[in-house]
């Protein structure tokens, strides 16, 4: 590679304009902080969402009791922050294991690393059915 050519590769990058008119480049985005609250439509969408992932969730735990108190009060705490309601804390605990029974769905449906030994499923945070 020339000089040349190097000079007019580091100019044509210089703008870092963004590939499209609808996504910025990183470097473009504003510093202004993101929007708390997702808008109504927006809410709606994730509302609906979030219930058929934690009832899937339920359902691939097995309804264990403990389990499925879990993913309840992830369900709750989303369905308020949607309304614009208060949130109560929510544990971590109760995010890791809705998303590891999510997550070893997911794995099991692929033919990925859970396997048909239950003590493989519990080494994910969440009984998984078979």
Known sequence: MSAGTVSIL???RASRASTTSRLPHWSEVADKPPRSRASPNVAVVLHDLVSWAADIAIV???E???DR???ERVR???YAWLAGDRCRDLEIDDVL???AALMAGIDRD???TAHDDDNEHQAIGA???S
Do not use: D, F, N
């Open 64 to 66: 264990c009791p403990e």
């Open 76 to 78: 709750r705490y989303v």
């Open 110 to 112: 692929l033919g990925g």
């Open 127 to 129: 009984a998984v059915r």
């Open 10 to 12: 580091s100019r044509s």
């Open 69 to 71: 108190a879990a993913i």
């Open 97 to 99: 294991t809705t998303v």
């Open 60 to 62: 691939l735990t097995r």
